[in-house]
């Protein structure tokens, strides 16, 4: 069984550009989420994919968008990029009706300049 | 209502001593509650979770205290190791519709050797 994969590890960007970060979901799972953890902070809930929808989204605006494809595999996208997009960015996979477990990745390490 | 108070921010503990972590939560709709163990650079690894209709749960050396009436819980590590240095998380989420974690600040913990 493959766990939660993401990638790239780690990216930089300057201040403007658009990035895409990618999301493999484990095995059997079909709902993603994202979150965003800044330096010394818990991860904050960005949206939630559940079979290709998103099923919910937090305080984040219209900037961040997202995808997933019918292998549950997601994207997570982000235009205009500002200083404080600078963070690790972590998805985590779930089986929706297996009730609240979710499994993360490594994350990717976003730095904008 | 949505947060998730923890503490303390920092805990140095000898080894063979116990960790102890409080979380907190204002949102009595929550029903399921894991804490994550994250070593630095990687994603947040699920150490152990509970459910409000129990009011502890044991997992190996890691137990969860859940207090439902005061709307806290808590994270007991025994005989703690070096090797679990690391930070520790706490989050409470739902368990239908959108189930997003809202994660505690987190707490890092260092075992002397």
């Known amino acids: 069984e493959t766990g939660v994969t993401q990638s790239p590890t780690h990216l930089i960007k300057t201040r403007g550009q658009q990035v895409t970060l990618r999301c493999s979901s484990q095995s059997g799972h079909n709902t993603v989420s994202w979150y965003q953890q800044a330096l010394g902070q818990g991860p904050q809930f960005i949206f939630q994919?559940?079979?290709?929808?998103?099923?919910g989204r937090g305080n984040f605006p219209p900037r961040f968008s997202g995808l997933q494809f019918p292998n549950y595999s997601s994207e997570l996208n982000v235009n205009a990029l500002e200083l404080d997009d600078s963070a690790l960015y972590l998805c985590?996979?779930?089986?929706?009706?297996?009730?609240?477990?979710?499994?993360f990745g490594p994350g990717t390490r976003l730095t904008v300049l | 209502q949505q947060q998730v108070k923890q503490s303390p921010q920092s805990l140095i503990v000898q080894k063979g001593g116990i960790s102890i972590i409080n979380c907190a939560y204002e949102?009595?709709?929550?029903?399921?509650f894991p804490w994550y163990q994250q070593f630095p650079g990687k994603g947040p690894a699920l150490l152990i979770a509970i459910r409000p209709d129990v009011s502890e749960k044991k997992e190996g050396r890691f137990t969860i205290s859940f207090n439902k009436s005061a709307k806290q819980f808590s994270l007991h590590i025994m005989d703690s190791q070096p090797g679990d240095s690391a930070t520790y998380f706490c989050a409470a989420s739902h368990t239908s519709g959108t189930y997003k974690y809202i994660f505690g600040t987190g707490t890092r913990l260092k075992v002397l050797a």
């Open positions: 949102n009595t709709a929550f029903d399921y």
């Open positions: 994919y559940y079979r290709e929808e998103e099923n």
């Open positions: 985590a996979s779930s089986l929706r009706e297996a009730g609240g477990e979710q499994f």
